[in-house]
């Protein structure tokens, strides 16, 4: 069965440290991998994705994620975190023979504090 | 990228009423989805809205409590019916397939904040 984990429930940093949010999957075929960040009482917004090529992908508001086949992982990163950058990160999975369905990890809460 | 509208934005309903949830995209797309989502919790597929055909719904959702509507390739509805305070929710829509943009990017409404009394 397809699946995503996300092992952390919560992340905490202090403002202007790098931040991780890790990611990792279990699927069939190859993985079409997605961020998604919710700012509260919002929709989700995309972050960025990793189809195919380069494994380092670049997104929205500084953030990037690195694509690691090995490690079946897609760890979310920024250098320097905001604090406008608290919000619920969730990773997402689609396989090619899924009909374009989206799994869902089940999300960490990113804390920056000043 | 897409914008996507959702009406309403919030309800309060009472047990064993339906509600309608509506969703409008900006541009045609190919995919449209629903979903539901308990505050601070991950996301749960519903259904696949399909353009001129029955929705195709996910383990647990049943046409004849979540019924979907597609007519066109921009819109799309949720009916919620008869009610109960399990119910209660955000319910998102979503889409996919945009022309010119990856299909399998997707992008979601701002939801719609359900309680059932």
């Known amino acids: 069965a397809q699946s995503v984990a996300q092992p952390e429930d919560q992340v905490n940093v202090a403002e202007g440290n790098p931040l991780t949010v890790k990611c990792t999957y279990s699927?069939?075929?190859?993985?079409?991998l997605f961020w998604y960040v919710q700012y509260p009482n919002r929709g989700l917004q995309f972050l960025l994705k990793?189809?195919?090529?380069?494994?380092l992908v670049k997104g929205s508001y500084g953030f990037e994620a690195e694509f690691n086949k090995s490690q079946t992982s897609f760890h979310l990163k920024k250098p320097s975190a905001l604090v406008s950058d608290s919000a619920l990160y969730f990773c997402a999975v689609i396989t090619y023979n899924q009909g374009g369905k989206l799994i869902f990890g089940q999300g960490t809460e990113l804390s920056v504090k000043p | 990228s897409a914008v996507i509208s959702q009406k309403p934005s919030r309800d309060i309903c009472q047990r064993g009423t339906s509600l309608t949830i509506q969703c409008q995209v900006d541009s045609q797309v190919t995919m449209m989805f629903w979903y539901r989502q308990q505050p601070g919790q991950s996301l749960t597929l519903i259904a696949t809205a399909n353009q001129g055909s029955e929705a195709t719904y996910e383990s647990g959702f049943v046409i004849d409590k979540f019924p979907i509507s597609r007519p066109n390739l921009t819109f799309s509805t949720l009916t919620v019916s008869n009610m109960s305070p399990e119910d209660s929710s955000i319910y998102l829509c979503s889409a996919s397939g945009l022309a010119g943009v990856g299909s399998y990017e997707q992008y979601f409404g701002p939801g719609t904040r359900l309680t059932v009394t």
């Open positions: 699927v069939s075929g190859n993985p079409y």
């Open positions: 990793y189809i195919t090529g380069d494994n």
